[in-house]
């Protein structure tokens, strides 16, 4: 089965920083882009980087320049650092991994998600 487990969130100061980390694991067979997404009570969830097995990136407006994704394909993990934080990045975030995956002999896609993991930056 697989899973994606998350940590690294927590409560830090405006201008501080976290890094988040997203681990796949349960019968992966590859996995092309992996992404951080965030969701605040009562919104969408929106995109906030994502990076492709080969390494290019995207990120959102409002992160670029103080985040950083990285992925370690050996460890099927995917990283995000974040400096510069501010009150606004109050939210939870999750991963997510596009992966092909063996279920028994039958090998399958999927877009897998995390659990969720919280992240407050108090002002």
């Known amino acids: 089965q697989v899973q994606l487990v998350e940590s690294g969130g927590g409560l830090v100061q405006a201008g501080g920083s976290l890094r988040l980390s997203c681990a796949a694991s349960g019968g992966i067979s590859s996995i092309s882009v992996m992404g951080w997404y965030r969701q605040a009570p009562g919104k969408q969830r929106e995109s906030v980087a994502d990076?492709?097995?080969?390494?290019?990136?995207n990120y959102a407006d409002s992160v670029k320049g103080r985040f950083t994704i990285s992925r370690d394909n050996a460890k099927n993990t995917v990283y995000l650092k974040m400096n510069s934080m501010k009150p606004e990045d109050t939210e939870v975030y999750y991963c997510?991994?596009?992966?092909?995956?063996?279920?028994?002999?039958?090998?399958?896609?999927?877009?897998?998600w995390g659990q969720g993991t919280q992240v407050t930056v108090s002002s």
């Open positions: 990076i492709s097995s080969g390494g290019s990136t």
């Open positions: 997510n991994a596009d992966l092909r995956y063996w279920h028994g002999i039958s090998l399958r896609s999927g877009s897998n």
